[in-house]
Every structure is written in structure tokens, then in C-alpha cells.
């Protein structure tokens, strides 16, 4: 490679590529020449530093030399093999996923990534079940394919409509925008899990194959649910036999200080979907496990789902090293002391800018929600909208500072790479004051 200079890659990039969620006459992308660590330089020199992991995905950063050697060694020794074949990176990874699985699972399907780990997921469920509808949230986002797009509850659903039958929303437990007054979060997931429950008997509980959650909602704001929630929907599924589904596939692998979100409130899910930080982008890859109750299902029935990339050897000798290196470097470890330092700062940035409302914060995952008045929570920009490309300009704001990051609704999202030390995230982070003080100058 090498072969063109950053304004060639810039301009054949406009010219030729169709970019994601994006109107393409206003793209501007940056060249990328090199990357490393979590850091990425343009082809002028000028560095950036990515505070989102890309699209919270890359846990490692740029340049794992472990990982980066086991694609190697997989391609020396061949590239591709068909699922029916058993193949050393394939089995196992299979493996070190459920061992790292709570002790209820029994195998994994792997898929291309999260889109289709959510498509396969809710499809596993209505074979082993018999049934045909499956509860999803509003602020969610399950990915874009036809099947995960009506999962998904918000906005970017709305190009898939009308959509497929079955599909049933509800709503989050989100205080903060929740017009009711709660004593506690126990009171407030009492309230919730008994609407929902109301809501599956309106819908006749034994059509119900899966309730579907983000364990902790990704891109809609990192909605972090309240005690009791999830033991509480839990509850509802083993009732009704109803699957419950934790999609995993952002907030796993370490993200929220714990290898699985779902850990961090003791409940075992039937059905687990992930992707991202399985093998950090370096190839795509996702997955579904499934409960030793369903694969045994499947001894004598068949599994009707399949994919040419399944297990692909190459993203699975990443997966293989990727999960290795969290081990050996620690990074669980880093992720809770660093992430403590940014529940600080975020704390921080709450108390003394007028445009943020709420900061949400678990581990290395964090959203700062954007007001124009933190008495009525207004949010900088409506819900679905933003005509004046209000939120476009605050990443502008911060990608001139060389802090990138990016937006959805009123918010702003800080995930770094989880080797990110803590010098790095103070440096970074002074840089996120200095743009909302000019939001609160400016905006307000």
C-alpha cells in the first residue's frame, strides 16, 4: 500500500464510498496514515486520540503485536475453512468463550458480527420456544439489518418500517428522564418490571419467545439499569419461559470493568449475544451463546442457521489471542482503576457546566447527556432531531482539540480503549471542560 497521498485517500473516499449514517455531501473524513496504542495520526503528522474506541470496539487499541501475530500464523497455515470442518482457532475459541460464560451455557454460534449475532439470537429463540414474538426496547440499537433493525427501538428503525410481525417495544428504566417520583431504584424496578409484565400478559405471555435488552443500553445514552431491574425481568422469563436475551455486544468483554455487563447483577441469561471487543475489530467477528438447555435441544433438532463466515479461522485466532492478552495484561484491572478516575471527572464536569445534565458512567463506558437547563432537563437537541447540526459541531469542537468521539441525541460518549492510563484520560478529558465551556458560552 501506501500508494496515494492523504488528499488521494480522502478524495477517492468522498468520491466512491457510500459512509454510514451520514449525508455524503458534508463528510469529512480524516485521512488515517498510521495508528497505535490510542492514538491515530493523520497523513500531515497531527494526532488524534480516539476516546471511543472507534465504535466502542477497539479494547486494545491499535497496533496488539499478539493479536496482529495470530492472524499471521492462522493465514500462513490457511485463511479459510467451512464451518463443517473443525479447525484449531475455531474450537478453540468456542471453548474460551463459555468458559468465560456463566456455568449455565453450553456452546456458541459464531457470526460475522453483532448485527447478525442479534438476527440469529432471536431466531434460536423462536425455534427452541415454538413462539414468535420478541420484547424489545425503545433506546435501543441492536444493528441494521432487517431482523436486528426491528429489534432496535430507536430511530434507526424507522427506514425498515413497516417492519416484520412480532416485534413488541417497551419502555427503559431511564430516570432521568422519568416524569414519576421513585424513593429508590428499588422502588423504580418494581414499577418498571411490573409494567412489563402487564405488558407480556396483554400480549398473551405464551407467544413470547425473547425479551431482548442491551444489558446496559450502548448507544441511546448508557442507560445503566437500576437494582433490582434485571433479576426482575429474569423473574418474568423463568415464569413464562420466556428466553431472556442480554446483548453483549457493545457493553462486553471487559467494557464496564467485569467481562460481562450482565455480572454485574447477578442474573444468568438463556441467550447471550456479543461481537466488538471479542477480537477488538481486528477481524470481524460475533457470536450467541446459548444455555446448555437449548443446545441440548438441538442434538435431535435441526439448527436452521448458518453463515459462510462462521468461525472464520482468521477472527478466531484473533479472538483466541485477543482473549488472551486481557488476561495477561490485566486490563479488568486497569478498566475499574481508570474508570474510577472518569466517574470523578465526569462527577465533575456535572457540577460545574451549566449544558450537562446527567453523567452515566460504569467502567470505561460513559455518556454526558446535554441540556439547555438542567431544571427542566430540556435536552440540547429534540429527540430524532437536530436541525441546526447542533451536536455535529460539538464533535467538531472536540475533534479540532484532537479528542474524537461522536454523538446520538443529546449525547456524548467517552469509551476509550481500555489501556488507556490515567495521565492519558486527564489530558483527554481536560480537553472535553475546555469544549463545554464554550457549549455553555455559545449554546445555552
Not at 466512491?16 to 503528522?45: F, R, T
Not at 433493525?149 to 424507522?158: A, K, Q, S, V
Not at 481500555?418 to 445555552?444: C, H
Request: charged letters at 25%.
Amino acid at each position: 500500500m501506501g500508494k496515494l497521498s492523504g488528499e488521494q485517500v480522502k478524495a477517492y473516499h468522498k468520491r466512491y464510498n457510500l459512509q454510514s449514517w451520514s449525508k455524503q455531501g458534508s463528510i469529512n473524513p480524516i485521512p488515517v496514515e498510521k495508528a497505535e496504542g490510542i492514538y491515530i495520526w493523520d497523513y500531515e503528522g497531527n494526532r488524534y486520540t480516539d476516546m471511543s474506541s472507534q465504535l466502542v470496539n477497539l479494547n486494545v487499541g491499535h497496533g496488539n503485536r499478539r493479536i496482529i501475530d495470530a492472524i499471521k500464523e492462522q493465514a500462513e497455515q490457511f485463511c479459510y475453512m467451512a464451518p463443517s470442518y473443525a479447525v484449531e482457532s475455531r474450537s478453540l475459541l468456542a471453548k474460551m468463550v463459555i468458559d468465560r460464560m456463566p456455568d449455565n451455557m453450553g456452546k456458541v454460534f459464531f457470526t460475522n458480527g453483532g448485527a447478525d449475532a442479534n438476527e440469529n439470537a432471536i431466531k434460536i429463540a423462536r425455534m427452541y420456544t415454538g413462539r414468535n414474538k420478541i420484547f424489545s426496547r425503545y433506546r435501543s440499537y441492536h444493528g441494521s439489518t432487517f431482523g436486528a433493525g426491528n429489534l432496535t427501538g430507536e430511530p434507526r428503525r424507522y427506514p425498515l418500517e413497516p417492519g416484520i410481525p412480532g416485534f413488541v417495544k417497551f419502555f427503559d428504566p431511564y430516570l432521568y428522564r422519568e416524569q414519576l417520583p421513585f424513593e429508590s431504584e428499588e422502588a423504580s424496578s418494581a414499577y418498571y418490571v411490573g409494567k412489563l409484565r402487564e405488558q407480556i400478559c396483554y400480549e398473551g405471555p405464551d407467544s413470547v419467545a425473547a425479551i431482548v435488552m442491551e444489558t446496559i443500553t450502548g448507544s441511546n445514552g448508557v442507560i445503566i439499569p437500576p437494582k433490582g431491574y434485571l433479576p426482575g425481568v429474569r423473574k418474568i422469563c423463568d415464569e413464562f419461559g420466556i428466553m431472556m436475551i442480554c446483548d453483549e455486544v457493545m457493553a462486553g468483554f471487559g467494557r464496564t470493568g467485569k467481562l460481562f455487563a450482565f455480572e454485574h447483577f447477578n442474573v444468568k441469561p438463556d441467550i447471550v449475544s456479543f461481537a466488538k471487543g471479542i477480537t477488538c475489530g481486528y477481524v470481524q467477528l460475533g457470536g450467541v451463546c446459548v444455555s446448555k438447555e437449548i443446545a441440548a435441544y438441538f442434538d435431535d433438532h435441526l439448527f436452521s442457521c448458518g453463515l459462510t463466515y462462521s468461525g472464520h479461522p482468521l477472527a478466531c485466532a484473533a479472538g483466541v489471542a485477543c482473549l488472551e492478552y486481557y488476561d495477561e495484561a490485566k486490563i479488568l484491572d486497569n478498566v475499574n482503576a481508570v474508570g474510577k478516575v472518569l466517574g470523578e471527572l465526569l462527577e465533575q464536569l456535572k457540577e460545574t457546566h451549566p449544558c450537562v445534565g446527567d453523567v452515566r458512567y460504569i467502567g470505561l463506558f460513559s455518556s454526558i447527556e446535554l441540556v439547555k437547563d438542567k431544571g427542566t432537563r430540556e435536552p440540547l437537541v429534540p429527540y430524532g432531531q437536530d436541525p441546526e447540526g447542533i451536536m455535529g459541531k460539538i464533535i467538531g469542537m472536540l475533534r479540532a482539540k484532537g479528542f474524537m468521539t461522536y454523538s446520538h441525541e443529546n449525547m456524548l460518549f467517552v469509551s476509550p480503549p481500555l489501556i488507556i492510563t490515567e495521565a492519558q484520560l486527564r489530558e483527554e478529558m481536560e480537553k472535553m471542560d475546555q469544549v463545554l465551556t464554550q457549549v455553555d458560552q455559545t449554546m445555552l
